[in-house]
């Protein structure tokens, strides 16, 4: 127990490190659509992949996993998108409860749009598991996926695990992101499909 507690320790900090180093984010190259992907800090996701389709890194925004209950223009004065680009070029989507539903959302987003390439925009702490979930789905290279990471300011610190509220995150984010592994890796044993045989007759 105590060499497994040791490896799921390094393994956490060893993530956190993969987290802090994703931001900033590199200038990404232009992709048929930017998706952003809600949870928390959903302002700061929404304008940064706005701010993107403002600099001509896409030509339409999925905003995935909206409330019900949030009106379109209440999305748009919270997150400070500019009006034009907002009712030009943002769609909404309200199906998604969580990361698989964003997924979800965001492959029938891009079938229908007939995209070929996808900016990805959410917290850096959210990233590694939105990514996991994205190309289980999607399965590059069908549909090339780029990473814009938004930070968090609570992980930026050398010594984020001195911080509760940091360190809750970053504990709760590192466990669901083992479940996801260990759901593929399972899923990976399972029977492959075989082509069906010809039909000689």
Same mark, same amino acid.
């Given at each position: 127990?105590?060499?497994? &507690?040791?490896?799921?320790?390094?393994?956490?900090? @060893?993530? +956190?490190? =993969?987290? *802090?180093?994703? %931001?900033?984010?590199?200038?990404?190259?232009?992709?048929?659509?930017?998706?952003?992907?809600?949870?928390?800090?959903?302002?700061?996701?929404?304008?940064?992949?706005?701010?993107?389709?403002?600099?001509?890194?896409?030509?339409?925004?999925?905003?995935?996993?909206?409330?019900?209950?949030?009106?379109?223009?209440?999305?748009?004065?919270?997150?400070?998108?500019?009006?034009?680009?907002?009712?030009?070029?943002?769609?909404?989507?309200?199906?998604?409860?969580?990361?698989? &539903?964003?997924?979800?959302?965001?492959?029938?987003? @891009?079938? +229908?749009? =007939?995209? *070929?390439?996808? %900016?990805?925009?959410?917290?850096?702490?959210?990233?590694?598991?939105?990514?996991?979930?994205?190309?289980?789905?999607?399965?590059?290279?069908?549909?090339?996926?780029?990473?814009?990471?938004?930070?968090?300011?609570?992980?930026?610190?050398?010594?984020?695990?001195?911080?509760?509220?940091?360190?809750?995150?970053?504990?709760?984010?590192?466990?669901?992101?083992?479940?996801?592994?260990?759901?593929?890796?399972?899923?990976?044993?399972?029977?492959?499909?075989?082509?069906?045989?010809?039909?000689?007759?």
């Amino acid at each position: 127990m105590l060499v497994i &507690g040791l490896i799921w320790v390094a393994g956490l900090f @060893a993530f +956190a490190g =993969r987290v *802090q180093r994703s %931001t900033p984010s590199p200038e990404p190259t232009a992709a048929d659509g930017i998706v952003a992907l809600t949870g928390a800090n959903s302002n700061e996701r929404i304008a940064a992949a706005v701010q993107l389709l403002a600099d001509h890194k896409g030509r339409r925004v999925l905003v995935s996993g909206v409330n019900r209950e949030v009106s379109r223009e209440q999305l748009r004065v919270a997150s400070g998108s500019v009006r034009r680009l907002y009712d030009c070029c943002v769609d909404l989507g309200f199906t998604a409860a969580d990361t698989v &539903g964003n997924a979800r959302e965001t492959a029938e987003w @891009a079938k +229908a749009m =007939r995209f *070929q390439s996808l %900016t990805v925009v959410t917290s850096d702490y959210h990233m590694p598991r939105a990514m996991l979930e994205l190309r289980a789905v999607l399965r590059p290279p069908a549909i090339h996926l780029q990473l814009y990471a938004v930070p968090t300011q609570a992980l930026k610190t050398r010594h984020w695990w001195r911080s509760p509220g940091a360190a809750r995150l970053m504990v709760v984010e590192y466990s669901k992101y083992l479940a996801i592994l260990g759901r593929e890796a399972v899923l990976g044993l399972g029977p492959r499909t075989t082509p069906a045989a010809p039909n000689k007759g």
